[in-house]
């Protein structure tokens, strides 16, 4: 395979060439997926973030006065690193708990926490009451 210059690549792009988007997630998907499964994140998050760059980038691109001074790879990374510590940033007053092929999102304030998911939890052994509001310490 021949390698595209950024300049054809954002030719391409404002062309509508819907190929280059495969040729870029071909170059770049895996290490881009890699950074959010090694900083807490699972596939499907992988896959989202990526997606949600991929979008941020074209948006960007179609821009006339866009001008990419580096590969474009490192530009797809520095869109999805801010997207994906913005996202950690948001989870981070929650905690996530897996159980029984269920993920549950517990906010450490409980009383925001449902009273069926309380009673999911406690059916399961999690919290001593169904209405404990120490589901999270």
């Known amino acids: 395979m021949t390698e595209i210059s950024t300049e054809e690549i954002l030719e391409l792009i404002r062309n509508s060439d819907k190929g280059v988007w495969d040729i870029i ?9 890699k950074f ?19 979008v941020a980038a074209y948006v960007n691109m179609q821009k006339l006065d866009f001008k990419l001074t580096c590969n474009v790879g490192t530009y797809l990374f520095s869109i999805l690193r801010f997207k994906w510590l913005a996202e950690l940033k948001r989870r981070g007053s929650k905690k996530t708990l897996a159980l029984d092929n269920k993920e549950y999102i517990i906010p450490y304030n409980t009383t925001e926490f449902g009273a069926i998911e309380k009673e999911e939890l406690f059916s399961s052994g999690w919290c001593s009451t169904p209405h404990s509001h120490n589901v999270c310490t």
Not at 25 to 33: A, E, F, I, Q, V
Not at 36 to 54: F, K
């Open 25 to 33: 997630y071909r170059k770049h998907g895996k290490m881009l997926k």
């Open 36 to 54: 959010v499964l090694n900083n807490s994140g699972n596939e499907e998050d992988a896959n989202d973030i990526l997606q949600e760059t991929m």
